[in-house]
């Protein structure tokens, strides 16, 4: 399996473990919320599903309500199938989830990740954004050295490129920092019209602790410029 193959895989299941849904809005979902995605067709999904099928993580069934169904055969053609994890999708997905090795710090597979650290555990939190940020301090390190070798022979343009590959990994770097910080502060993200009442404590490690940006948004996991 392809490693963009596996990251679908690993999406699919994510999404279809909070709600079944059918073809559209799979496509709809990946498109929309994982960035990492902006670009695949169904041709790239459906062959994803039936794998999925085929292994027994998914199962198909027609149409989600009596109207899907009574709409299909009045318009004269099938009702939609609804994919839904089994219990064993369900166990494969927890399985991927705990998963920290290199490939979860790659830029691709760092997004998916990420959309899903909601669902992840804190000390796999962790261990990916640690991983993450050691992968990009490497790559820090060989754009310098790269730069510093060829600062003499490149235009200002193209130097002018350089610098800005830079500030966007330096950029991310920074920000790990900061979400590394709040997971080990065990920090809970404010929410929207709570402001001056008290944070539900978050012993259980579970749920997210985001630092609150005032000035600045966040960097894209998935920006392909820090590449």
């Known amino acids: 399996m392809s490693r ?3 990251i679908l895989e690993f999406a699919v299941l994510g999404l279809l473990r909070e709600s ?3 073809g559209y809005e799979l496509r709809k979902r990946l498109n929309t919320s994982l960035g990492v995605f902006r670009a695949f067709s169904y ?3 459906y062959p994803c599903l039936k794998t999925l099928v085929a292994n027994g993580w998914l199962i198909e069934e027609e149409g989600s309500t009596p109207e899907d169904a009574l709409t299909a055969t009045l318009a004269g053609r099938r009702a939609k199938i609804v994919y839904r994890l089994t219990a064993e999708g369900k166990d494969h997905f927890e399985e991927l989830l705990a998963q920290t090795g290199p490939d ?3 830029d691709e597979h760092f997004a998916a990740r990420f959309a899903f650290f909601g669902q992840t555990s804190r000390d796999v939190r962790m261990r990916v954004l640690e991983g993450r940020r050691s992968r990009l301090e490497e790559r ?3 754009m310098r050295a790269s730069l ?3 600062r003499e022979r490149l235009d200002d343009y193209t130097l002018e490129l350089q610098r800005h590959g830079m500030e966007s990994v330096e950029r991310e770097v920074r920000w790990l920092n900061e979400l590394i910080e709040s997971e080990r502060a065990g920090r809970d993200v404010k929410r929207p019209g709570l402001e001056g ?3 539900q404590d978050n012993t259980s490690g579970e749920t997210g602790g ?3 940006h005032r000035d600045s948004p966040r960097p894209d996991p998935s920006d392909d410029t820090a590449t």
């Open 148 to 150: 510093a070798r060829t």
């Open 20 to 22: 079944p849904m059918h």
């Open 140 to 142: 820090l390190e060989k």
């Open 197 to 199: 009442s008290a944070q």
């Open 4 to 6: 963009r193959a596996g």
């Open 210 to 212: 985001l630092p609150r």
């Open 104 to 106: 979860a710090y790659e």
């Open 43 to 45: 041709g790239t999904l």
